[in-house]
């Protein structure tokens, strides 16, 4: 341990990840029905417990497939950040869904996590 001096101001912590790259993840793992992976990288209160989360009804448990079509940082200041994705849902019934969502995430000790999902626009195919 290094001791520090108490005159000096601290340290300024910068983020640490990429926002972009966090939503890249949770997409990878719900497309590959990882949700326990997809649900760890996330602190969104509205999704409630795993249990809830992963349900095949009506959380992400219905969830057969994901294909990305564009993920962009729409704004990232004082450790939260905003990012648009632009994906297609396939379900378990093979029903495709594009969808245009926004997530919002917060910068925590453990790196980005999401704390918000806002569907912007879906459209069945």
């Not at 219905?62 to 379900?91: C, E, F, L």
Request: glycine share 8%; no cysteine; hydrophobic share 30%.
């Amino acid at each position: 341990v290094v001791p520090t001096d108490p005159n000096l101001p601290p340290a300024e912590t910068k983020p640490v990840g990429d926002p972009k790259q966090v939503v890249s993840k949770f997409l990878s793992n719900l497309g590959s029905q990882n949700l326990k992976a997809a649900y760890d990288i996330a602190e969104n209160p509205s999704w409630g417990s795993y249990d809830r989360f992963s349900n095949p009804t009506s959380g992400f448990g219905g969830v057969k497939n994901i294909s990305v079509k564009n993920i962009s940082t729409k704004s990232s200041a004082n450790n939260v950040a905003s990012v648009n994705a632009t994906y297609d849902v396939t379900d378990k019934d093979g029903n495709k869904t594009a969808l245009e969502v926004t997530y919002g995430l917060k910068q925590t000790a453990n790196g980005w996590k999401i704390t918000s999902y806002k569907i912007n626009s879906s459209q069945k195919q």
